[in-house]
Each structure stands twice: as C-alpha cells, then as structure tokens.
C-alpha cells in the first residue's frame, strides 16, 4: 500500500523504498558527463556485470534505451524488424521515425511471439540492390507488455537466425527480470540471446527514474554521444543511480510475489463469470480482463471514489498491475468494489 490510493494502473507507480530514500541521501555524486560521477559508475558496471555485457549506459527513461538501441545500430532508411503491438511501435510516440528515420516492417505475433519464419522471410536478402532497404535490426520484447513470457528456446532460436543473416537483435527488457522470474533462467542467460538490451529500473523494480541499456563497448560509447544529443547527459545523477542499484540488487528478486497476486487476482476475477471476462495468458504481474456489461467511465469513477486507481480500458480489455505497493487486502478491496458496481 502506498499513500492511500490502491494503484493497479501500472507498475510504474510504485514509490521509491525506505532504504532507497535513505541511499539516494547519502549517495556519492560527480559530474556524470565528465564521467566521474562514482554511483552511476557503479550502477553501470553492475548492471553490464548482470547482464553479461561489456558496457552500460544509465539513461532518463525505457524509451531513451531503446531508442538509443535504435540511433546506434540502424541508419535512416534503414528497417527493423518488430511486433505491431510493442513499445517502439506503439508507445513511443513515432521516436524510431523522428529520431532514427527507421523504417518500422512491423509483424503480427500469436501470444506475444513473432513467427520466426517469417521474420526470416522479411529480412531484406539483396542489400546490393539499390531498390531495397537494408535490415538493421530485430527487437523483441520480454516481457511484453500483454504480459507474455519469450522463453529460453524461442529466444536462443531467433538469435541463430538473426545471427545467420547477420542482423542485430535489440532486446526491449523493460521487464527482463519478470520474464526471468517466470521461466527461470537468470536475466544474463536471456540477455545473451540479444546484443542491446534495454531495463527499466523504475517499474516493478521501484527506483524513481532510469533504464540501463547494455551491449559491447563501442556501441554503448556511441550509445553515450547520442544520448548527449537527446540532452540526455546528466550531472550529479548519482541520486538517482544509487536508488538504480539498490534496485537491481534487492528489487529484482521479489518479482515472483506481484506474479502470484496477479495470478490470485485472476482466479477471483475467474470466479466472477456473472460479470467478468478474465483473457489468460499472462505470466507476469498483469491481469486482463473484459467486463462486458460495463461503462468503462462508470466503472473507472467508482473505483476512484473508492480509492482505487485503474487505466481506462483498451480496445474493452481492462489491465491490472501488481506491484511492491499492493498486497491481498487491496485486492479483497477492489474484488469487494467491484462485487458491489456489478451485483
Ligand atoms: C515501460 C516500457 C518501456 C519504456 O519505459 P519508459 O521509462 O516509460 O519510457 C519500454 N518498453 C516496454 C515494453 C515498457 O513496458
């Protein structure tokens, strides 16, 4: 619980701990574009050492990660190859084609996942040709934001392929370490299935502001000047670094509690068929769901006169996080709402 909202909008939400609050106070600063700035150094080194890369860059957001991943590895004109439904695509506010002047080839996916053949079949072949763009990239999500789970093999697959055709793949981990928790392989072992991989440390993970994106050195060293364009070159952002570490530190093993309340809230929403549609499939700390007969207005208005925050639904699908700021009794609360708005 946190304040007195109960906030199942998203994991973004979550407020920074106790013992994050009193690191950021006490952290040791520099100057960060000078490059001296000790706890981002820090914070750099353990996230590359994490997830098994040569070099890391702590930027503001998940989108300065990945659009970074993009502004370094693809010229313009160039494609990359992705889900219609993922983040570059749909939540970054057209970035990729302002910034990069990529051209998005984007692909259907069942449950979250590209077919692999035909992610091969649109890799450009001929990129002597003088008609034909060149492919720069493939960027996948895990976790996605549907809330499914890439597992190991999927993944090692695509990277051969990739590989093969000598394409870079680009892995969007804002929630690597919940994908991780699912299919139990540590967060190094997925990372390896990709050269850039960006997280997000401000999510389930509950540091204030920041994402790492790491890959080999050279292009984490481009990664650097290009943030600096963006204006992205921060100062004494030790403060923020220092929450960043305690995060993948103590944060990132918890993950396992937000995925076994959701899938709790899955099941009292499943017994509630007089009023509610659960859409299974997600393995991470996301529940979605349609209330057929609902107002969306009506409904997001009394939960909030309750006390209780939910996004608007999407397409009808209503999605609910959990979060290191929600426990059972906030779910009895919502569950008890909602009981009294539909009965
Ligand atoms: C949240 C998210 C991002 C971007 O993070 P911001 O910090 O909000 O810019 C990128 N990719 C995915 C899959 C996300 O869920």
């Known amino acids: 619980m946190q304040g007195s909202w109960i906030d199942l909008r998203s994991d973004t939400v979550t407020w920074p701990t106790v013992e994050m609050r009193a690191a950021m106070a006490a952290a040791a600063v520099g100057d960060d574009v000078y490059g001296d700035d000790p706890t981002v150094l820090k914070l750099e080194q353990a996230a590359a050492r994490r997830l098994g890369k040569e070099a ?5 957001s998940g989108t300065m990660g990945n659009q970074l991943a993009l502004l370094c590895q693809v010229n313009r004109g160039d494609e990359v190859i992705l889900s219609e439904r993922c983040h570059i695509v749909q939540h970054e506010a057209g970035a990729a084609a302002f910034l990069s002047g990529a051209q998005l080839r984007c692909l259907p996916t069942r449950n979250g996942h590209l077919d692999l053949d035909q992610v091969e079949q649109t890799i450009r072949h001929h990129p002597e040709d003088l008609h034909s763009p060149r492919s720069a990239l493939i960027c996948i999500e895990n976790a996605d934001s549907d809330g499914y789970v890439l597992d190991l093999e999927y993944q090692r697959e695509l990277s051969q392929l990739a590989k093969h055709h000598q394409v870079p793949v680009h892995l969007d981990g804002a929630r690597l370490f919940n994908a991780a928790a699912v299919c139990g392989h540590p967060a190094d072992v997925l990372a390896s299935c990709a050269d850039t991989v960006q997280i997000c440390l401000s999510k389930g993970l509950c540091a204030p502001v920041g994402s790492v994106l790491v890959g080999t050195k050279p292009v984490i060293d481009l990664a650097r000047r290009r943030r600096k364009i963006l204006g992205g070159g921060m100062r004494q952002v030790g403060v923020l670094a220092a929450a960043g ?40 700390n996301m529940v979605f769901c349609r209330f057929p007969s609902c107002s969306p207005d009506a409904l997001v208005g009394a939960l909030s006169a309750a006390g209780i925050r939910i996004n608007p639904p999407d397409d009808h699908v209503f999605r609910f996080v959990t979060h290191h700021g929600t426990d059972e009794n906030d779910l009895q609360r919502f569950l008890d709402v909602l009981d009294r708005f539909f009965l």
């Not at 890391?56 to 503001?60: C, K, T």
């Not at 990132?252 to 549609?277: C, N, P, T, V």
């Open 56 to 60: 890391a860059l702590f930027v503001a």
């Open 245 to 284: 570490l305690l995060a993948l530190d103590q944060m990132s093993d918890r993950l396992g509690e937000d995925h076994r309340l959701a899938r709790q809230l899955e099941a009292a929403l499943d017994e509630r068929k007089a009023y509610a549609e659960v859409i299974s499939g997600s393995r991470i």
